[in-house]
């Protein structure tokens, strides 16, 4: 009697405590804001550390500032801190730290990767408090690059920019965010297998619900979902979607959660290393014998959308959008056509071994290249159908496979590639200017085709210096029009990202997220645990 009439008086609110495993793929190398280059990396930098701005359901909103002013010209950002801040070693929290920050951001030693964001922008701290960050022109995407993580002076002043990639606070961060780092676990070789976190708050912030992640990695999927099966992980991300399909079907205990993500996977062509590569007629051949259709058919299983150009023009799902298998076949079959008559209406011919083959004055050169990419099940599978269809038109192709550390520090890093499959994050903003500015074609620069045209250079200028989003979308698609024709990258699609979460972690939502290190913003409101109180005491809330 007294357990009825309390279950209508009683509600369930969140509650401390519980934990969660979550398995993922990769290593961790920099667990930095300035340095994350890998997806690892940053999902931990979300996790440990904490920006003057956040994403919360798709939104900026303040996180640790207290509240930000723009001024009327859009030229100066000022930002005030909250209140009593401070890291997870106890030390206070202060401007000294954003400036310190956005310095080593700016460092052309370091080579951050989130130099571009905040290159020629001027710092003025007004107090411990107060900093404004001054623009020499508009810039309407730059709240965007507040939610850089904020590094802690008093440690990082110690570390030269020569060392700071080397640094032990790389493995071992202390940073201002959600979670801080409780407990490493090594392999006999001393590298980290798993990390324990454990929630912290600010004094004028409640700590987050779940008192400890335990994040595991993996140097490859299969690995990963072994420990899956066997439940030393609950949740995993970035599966591909082949085994998402499975454990959807085998699994009652989790949930599978897919959201569009703005990136967009390509072939991007080094010229300067494969010189076979210069040549327009070679790339437009290459372009049209990849078979993207297949990709998303049988490497993401629909969970994707084609690609043509560096622009998320649209988001027509695959699966409302399918081309029937005898219509797809078609298709390409006239596409690889179109490519061997390209090649040999500029003088390519197969030789007696059916590869493209064209005399020149020193000699002859042969159509022959590889494709570098990441140890994922997704990218190698895509290496394949990409490697058959230019076969078809008489390439003689290589596939090597990196693991994804490696792929960054020894091959992207130094360049030493004739066609990269990669994926670019970019972003909710769509400025291009990252990954096709002919300034940043260098490490740490994203632009990984090296790609150089001083009319496009200038469009991206423009782009970002406007303000009004109309005339925004007509200069990028200048900028787009003028990349589709020179080739210097094949575009192919845009995954979903994929998230197996446990159902009993409750509060998680997965929308509009820019990259999978996302998924982390708002994880202070999940919560495992509950407790029963009074409705009148929850609606007072």
């Given at each position: 009697?007294?357990?009825?009439?309390?279950k209508?008086?009683?509600?369930?609110?969140?509650?401390?405590?519980?934990?969660?495993?979550?398995?993922?793929?990769?290593?961790?190398?920099?667990?930095?804001?300035?340095?994350?280059?890998?997806?690892?990396d940053?999902?931990?930098?979300?996790?440990?550390?904490?920006?003057?701005?956040?994403?919360?359901?798709?939104?900026?909103?303040?996180?640790?500032?207290?509240?930000?002013?723009?001024?009327?010209?859009?030229?100066?950002?000022?930002?005030?801190?909250?209140?009593?801040?401070?890291?997870?070693?106890?030390?206070k929290?202060?401007?000294?730290?954003?400036?310190?920050?956005?310095?080593?951001?700016?460092?052309?030693?370091?080579?951050?990767?989130?130099?571009?964001d905040?290159?020629?922008?001027i710092?003025?701290?007004?107090?411990?408090?107060e900093?404004?960050?001054?623009?020499?022109?508009?810039?309407?995407?730059?709240?965007?690059?507040?939610?850089?993580?904020?590094?802690p002076?008093h440690?990082?002043?110690?570390?030269?920019?020569?060392?700071?990639?080397?640094?032990?606070?790389?493995?071992e961060?202390?940073?201002?965010?959600?979670?801080?780092?409780?407990?490493?676990?090594?392999?006999?070789?001393?590298?980290?297998?798993?990390?324990?976190?454990?929630?912290?708050?600010?004094?004028d912030?409640?700590?987050a619900?779940?008192?400890?992640?335990?994040?595991?990695?993996?140097?490859?999927?299969?690995?990963?979902?072994e420990d899956?099966?066997?439940?030393?992980i609950?949740?995993?991300?970035?599966?591909?979607?082949?085994e998402?399909?499975?454990?959807?079907?085998?699994?009652?205990?989790?949930?599978?959660?897919?959201?569009?993500?703005?990136?967009?996977?390509g072939?991007?062509?080094?010229?300067?290393?494969?010189?076979?590569?210069?040549?327009?007629?070679?790339?437009?051949?290459?372009?049209?014998?990849?078979?993207?259709?297949?990709?998303?058919?049988?490497v993401?299983?629909?969970?994707?959308?084609?690609?043509?150009?560096?622009?998320?023009?649209?988001?027509?799902?695959?699966?409302?959008?399918r081309?029937?298998?005898?219509?797809?076949?078609?298709?390409?079959?006239?596409?690889?056509?179109?490519a061997?008559?390209?090649?040999?209406?500029?003088?390519?011919?197969?030789?007696d071994?059916?590869?493209?083959?064209?005399?020149?004055?020193?000699?002859?050169?042969?159509?022959?290249?590889?494709?570098a990419?990441?140890?994922?099940?997704?990218?190698?599978?895509?290496?394949?159908?990409?490697?058959?269809?230019?076969?078809?038109?008489?390439?003689?192709?290589t596939?090597k496979?990196?693991?994804y550390g490696?792929?960054?520090?020894?091959?992207?890093?130094?360049?030493?590639?004739?066609?990269?499959?990669?994926?670019?994050?970019?972003?909710?903003?769509?400025?291009?200017?990252?990954?096709?500015?002919?300034?940043?074609?260098?490490?740490?620069?994203?632009?990984?085709?090296?790609?150089?045209?001083?009319?496009?250079?200038?469009?991206?200028?423009?782009s970002?210096?406007?303000?009004?989003?109309?005339?925004?979308?007509?200069?990028?698609?200048?900028?787009?029009?003028?990349?589709?024709e020179?080739?210097?990258?094949?575009?192919?699609?845009?995954?979903?990202?994929?998230?197996?979460?446990?159902?009993?972690?409750r509060?998680?939502?997965?929308?509009?997220?820019?990259?999978?290190?996302?998924?982390?913003?708002g994880?202070?409101?999940?919560?495992?645990?509950?407790?029963?109180?009074?409705k009148?005491?929850?609606?007072?809330?």
């Amino acid at each position: 009697m007294v357990w009825t009439i309390n279950k209508y008086f009683l509600v369930s609110v969140p509650a401390h405590g519980g934990t969660l495993t979550e398995g993922i793929v990769g290593l961790p190398r920099s667990i930095n804001p300035v340095l994350a280059f890998t997806d690892v990396d940053r999902d931990l930098s979300n996790l440990i550390y904490a920006g003057l701005m956040k994403y919360e359901k798709g939104n900026l909103i303040p996180d640790l500032a207290e509240k930000y002013n723009i001024s009327p010209d859009g030229l100066i950002y000022t930002f005030t801190l909250r209140n009593k801040l401070h890291f997870h070693d106890g030390a206070k929290l202060t401007t000294d730290d954003v400036e310190f920050t956005i310095q080593k951001a700016q460092d052309n030693i370091i080579k951050s990767p989130r130099r571009a964001d905040w290159a020629n922008i001027i710092m003025k701290k007004v107090s411990p408090k107060e900093i404004q960050f001054i623009l020499k022109q508009p810039y309407s995407p730059f709240l965007m690059n507040t939610t850089i993580g904020i590094l802690p002076k008093h440690i990082w002043n110690k570390v030269d920019s020569e060392q700071f990639i080397f640094s032990q606070y790389n493995i071992e961060p202390i940073g201002s965010g959600p979670y801080e780092l409780d407990k490493i676990k090594k392999n006999s070789d001393g590298i980290p297998i798993s990390y324990t976190l454990s929630s912290f708050s600010q004094d004028d912030k409640e700590e987050a619900f779940i008192s400890k992640l335990h994040i595991y990695f993996y140097p490859n999927e299969k690995t990963a979902l072994e420990d899956y099966t066997k439940g030393t992980i609950e949740a995993i991300s970035r599966i591909s979607a082949g085994e998402a399909k499975r454990v959807a079907s085998t699994t009652l205990n989790d949930n599978i959660f897919h959201t569009s993500l703005p990136r967009i996977f390509g072939i991007f062509f080094n010229q300067n290393q494969a010189t076979i590569l210069t040549r327009n007629e070679v790339r437009q051949a290459l372009n049209l014998a990849v078979d993207k259709n297949r990709i998303v058919n049988e490497v993401l299983f629909g969970y994707g959308i084609e690609r043509d150009g560096p622009l998320l023009l649209n988001s027509v799902s695959y699966s409302s959008n399918r081309i029937p298998d005898d219509k797809s076949k078609e298709i390409m079959e006239n596409r690889i056509n179109q490519a061997k008559a390209i090649l040999e209406k500029a003088g390519w011919s197969e030789n007696d071994k059916g590869v493209m083959e064209r005399k020149n004055k020193k000699g002859s050169e042969i159509l022959e290249l590889s494709i570098a990419t990441a140890d994922s099940p997704d990218l190698k599978q895509t290496a394949e159908i990409i490697k058959k269809g230019w076969e078809k038109i008489g390439a003689r192709v290589t596939i090597k496979v990196f693991e994804y550390g490696d792929l960054y520090q020894n091959i992207i890093s130094t360049r030493k590639y004739d066609a990269l499959l990669f994926g670019e994050s970019v972003g909710k903003n769509l400025d291009l200017y990252a990954f096709w500015h002919s300034s940043q074609r260098n490490s740490p620069g994203l632009n990984v085709a090296m790609y150089v045209n001083t009319k496009v250079d200038k469009l991206l200028e423009e782009s970002r210096a406007t303000l009004s989003a109309e005339k925004r979308d007509s200069v990028n698609s200048q900028i787009e029009k003028i990349i589709k024709e020179e080739v210097p990258a094949i575009f192919l699609y845009s995954p979903e990202f994929i998230y197996v979460m446990p159902k009993r972690v409750r509060g998680f939502e997965l929308e509009d997220i820019a990259s999978p290190s996302d998924r982390f913003y708002g994880i202070d409101k999940w919560y495992i645990n509950t407790n029963n109180v009074w409705k009148i005491f929850n609606e007072t809330k």
